[in-house]
């Protein structure tokens, strides 16, 4: 089955500092989303990028198709971007599709 | 104001019995979704309906049916509880399997 494996599975970084998260996937795909949640929180998604390079705000997200992998990049980070960040993915386009989770990376940002 | 909305947020059943999720989208999209995340796995994909109609189902277990009795609700009927059943159940929509908009989950414990 399809797998996503995110790294690195933690990271602790203080206030104003860039962090960079890393997501690769098994298979091709055709969707690609980033998610965050804050802890007991439900998930927000932060950008659908399947191919490319999107921004938002001071999130840039870079995925390579045919290399299999996205990164996150969140510049200046503050302490309100602790939480989890998480890659998802899905093969098939259209429909109802399913999207396959990666564990997560769980960012701490400190004053 | 949110805009899928969960009930109940949280929930403590007892083993063996039976509970219903509820979970209603005003987003106007046409497919729904149930995600169920626990302690010992990753966001997992359980089901998706289009247009009111079951379109994939990753969950192997009958003890959990999906009801879509409108076009913008999707519950989920679980019976004969188990410990192993306790998770956060998130329900989500999107509108031709782009973006994904989860709701804010509904904590079942089950003793």
């Known amino acids: 089955g399809q797998q996503v494996q995110q790294s690195p599975a933690s990271l602790v970084l203080q206030e104003g500092e860039n962090a960079e998260l890393q997501c690769n996937f098994s298979s091709t795909a055709t969707q690609l989303q980033w998610f965050y949640q804050r802890p007991g929180g439900s998930l927000v998604s932060l950008l659908y990028n399947p191919s490319g390079t999107k921004h938002t705000g001071r999130l840039t997200s870079t995925t390579v198709t045919k290399e299999r992998r996205s990164s996150l990049h969140i510049s200046s980070s503050q302490i309100t971007d602790s939480g989890t960040y998480f890659c998802a993915m899905e093969r098939n386009t259209g429909g109802a599709d399913r999207l396959t989770f990666g564990k997560g990376t769980q960012l701490i940002i400190q004053p | 104001d949110p805009k899928i909305i969960q009930k109940p947020k949280y929930l403590v059943a007892v083993t063996g019995s039976e509970k219903i999720l509820i979970c209603e989208q005003y987003?106007?999209?046409?497919?729904m979704y149930w995600y169920r995340q626990s302690a010992k796995k990753p966001l997992e994909f359980m089901f998706s309906?289009?247009?009111?109609?079951?379109?994939d189902n990753q969950t192997a277990s009958s003890r959990f049916q999906p009801q879509s009795s409108k076009k913008n609700h999707l519950d989920l009927q679980i019976t004969a509880l188990k410990p192993d059943d306790s998770a956060t159940y998130f329900c989500?929509?999107?509108?031709?399997?782009?973006?994904?908009?989860f709701g804010e989950g509904s904590r079942l414990i089950v003793v």
């Open positions: 309906y289009s247009y009111q109609k079951l379109m």
């Open positions: 989500a929509s999107s509108q031709g399997g782009n973006t994904l908009y």
């Open positions: 987003l106007g999209h046409n497919a």
